[in-house]
């Protein structure tokens, strides 16, 4: 079974621009995270989606962010618009279950000049 | 908010040597899950293994183990027979609810 996916990889842009990452995750899972990864302040949880429904997004830094969940198979995350302190390493992971263990996804590295 | 302590900033050890990361947490509930995660180089987050609060017997994964010691809030990972592809930051990690909180990490070198 393929893992959690992430596009893109890598994503370098300007200040100023949108910028939207993409997540597929695990046939059957149903629950979906968003984490941010820098070294400052490690991992974050960004948003909780919980059958397609956000449940907690607390995490979210501010209204420059948004994530959506349209299906079970799809997650966005979007930062509109970006700014350099938004650099840093986001992942999507999913679970099967409340408590389980998550998959992570490989990663997108954003980098905003 | 659970708080997951990482003591450990870096290890180093010799190929086919054991080592051990040390990690405690702090909580008030008695059911919960932990977890062990692996992040190489490559960046992607790697689950190690998972250890359920109420299940006394400590989890194993071929060369992974962990000592979990539930009254002192404890969750040591031991790495038996280092690889140099055990190379990584790992990270412990608990989990109450959906929420994953983790700690700091620790940067394991596993030389030859």
């Known amino acids: 079974d393929a893992g959690v996916i992430q596009s893109p990889r890598h994503e370098v842009t300007e200040m100023g621009q949108e910028v939207t990452l993409r997540c597929k995750p695990i046939?059957?899972?149903?629950?979906l995270f968003w984490y941010r990864q820098t070294m400052m302040r490690g991992l974050e949880l960004l948003i909780y989606?919980?059958?397609?429904?956000?449940?907690?997004d607390s995490g979210m830094p501010e209204d420059r962010f948004s994530a959506k969940m349209p299906n079970a198979s799809f997650s966005t995350l979007k930062i509109q618009p970006s700014e350099p302190r938004d650099s840093a390493v986001y992942f999507c992971?999913?679970?099967?279950?409340?408590?389980?263990?998550?998959?992570f996804g490989p990663g997108t590295r954003l980098t905003v000049t | 908010a659970q708080t997951v302590t990482q003591s450990q900033p870096e290890m180093s050890v010799q190929e086919a040597e054991t080592v051990t990361l040390s990690c405690t947490y702090d909580?008030?509930?008695?059911?919960?899950?932990l977890f062990w995660y692996k992040q190489p180089p490559s960046r992607q987050m790697i689950l190690v293994i998972r250890?359920?609060?109420?299940?006394?017997q400590n989890a194993t994964e071929n060369r992974f183990s962990v000592n979990f010691q539930k009254a002192a809030k404890s969750f040591s990972l031991k790495i038996s027979d280092s690889q140099l592809g055990d190379t990584a930051m790992y990270f412990c990690a608990f989990s109450r609810d959906y929420k994953l909180s983790f700690g700091a990490g620790t940067t394991v070198t596993v030389r030859a």
């Open positions: 989606f919980n059958n397609n429904v956000p449940i907690d």
């Open positions: 046939s059957g899972h149903n629950s």
């Open positions: 909580t008030s509930e008695s059911n919960y899950y």
């Open positions: 992971a999913s679970s099967s279950a409340r408590g389980y263990e998550q998959y």
């Open positions: 250890q359920e609060a109420y299940k006394q």
